[in-house]
T-cell receptor, first 111, second 114 residues
Framework: QQQVKQSPQSLIVQKGGISIINCAYE??????FPWYQQFPGKGPALLIA?????SEKKEGRFTISFNKSAKQFSLHIMDSQPGDSATYFC??????????FGEGTQLTVNP | DTEVTQTPKHLVMGMTNKKSLKCEQH?????MYWYKQKAKKPPELMFV???????INESVPSRFSPECPNSSLLNLHLHALQPEDSALYLC?????????????FGPGTRLTVL
């Protein structure tokens, strides 16, 4: 049973545009929501993370918006750059080590 | 230093071979993980070690055998694998087994089973 649904599966944006990736979860016990970025041939790397007591977190061009009542969270990449082209995974975890990943979004930023 | 290293980068093996994957970290992390990742899919958790003891086995077939010789090293021993086991095997580590401790991933070993 998939517990974190991620959309879209793929996304193409122009350089300078805003990339938006959405995730929805079912388990209200989740208490940590990280986003991972993965380049081809590399392992995933933590990009930004949020806890459910915060509605928004911003780090540079990356922002997580969190809606606890709707059980949704999203990643916004402002001023998207070709170097941001990668696969992005949202994830959720609770009280332990299991990260439940979304299915991933392949982002392409055209120059 | 936030690096997790994995060797080898690539591995090709036959179904009757025995091989091992190696993972190393020197961040003082006490939790280490093995994940399997198929193309265009998210990582799937296989095993979790906490303080060198196996704490989670996600019902992984016995042809995969993990080992944690010390707090910095994690091995995955492979025997009698099937072609469908071909995947990217990722190692990760975190300070402890905690939902909010960042997991740092290595670059992975690309395994092909013939």
């Amino acid at each position: 049973q998939q517990q974190v649904k991620q959309s879209p599966q793929s996304l193409i944006v122009q350089k300078g545009g805003i990339s938006i990736i959405n995730c929805a979860y079912e388990n209200t016990a989740f208490d940590y929501f990280p986003w991972y970025q993965q380049f081809p041939g590399k392992g995933p790397a933590l990009l930004i993370a949020i806890r459910p007591d915060v509605s928004e977190k911003k780090e540079g061009r990356f922002t997580i918006s969190f809606n606890k009542s709707a059980k949704q969270f999203s990643l916004h990449i402002m001023d998207s750059q070709p170097g941001d082209s990668a696969t992005y995974f949202c994830a959720a975890s609770r009280g332990g080590s299991r990260l439940t990943f979304g299915e991933g979004t392949q982002l392409t930023v055209n120059p | 230093d936030t690096e997790v290293t994995q060797t080898p980068k690539h591995l090709v093996m036959g179904m009757t071979n025995k091989k091992s994957l190696k993972c190393e970290q020197h961040m003082g992390h006490r939790a280490m993980y093995w994940y399997k990742q198929k193309a265009k899919k998210p990582p799937e958790l296989m095993f979790v070690y906490s303080y060198e003891k196996l704490s989670i086995n996600e019902s992984v077939p016995s042809r995969f055998s993990p080992e944690c010789p010390n707090s910095s090293l994690l091995n995955l021993h492979l025997h009698a694998l099937q072609p469908e086991d071909s995947a990217l095997y990722l190692c990760a580590s975190s300070l402890q087994v905690s939902s909010t401790d960042t997991q740092y991933f290595g670059p992975g070993t690309r395994l092909t089973v013939l």
